[in-house]
């Protein structure tokens, strides 16, 4: 989601151009200066990323226990 002015957090904490407000609980209505770390679009990126690939491991992971196949 791109940044709009009416966001709350472009108020919260400043963040200059090419700049990403992370939300770091997940949680879009927290907004406070500690949960809105600022960080390159390319750092962002890679961070979901990475999260992503986790969860996708993890499913694999825990497939059999749930009675599915991995094929």
Known sequence: ???RKSDKHMTIVPAGPGMIRHHA??????NTVDNLPVMTRGAHT????KTRELGKLRKALTMHKRG???Y
């Open 1 to 3: 989601m791109r940044d």
């Open 25 to 30: 609980d997940e949680d879009k209505s927290h």
């Open 46 to 49: 890679t961070l979901h990323n």
């Open 68 to 70: 599915e196949k991995l």
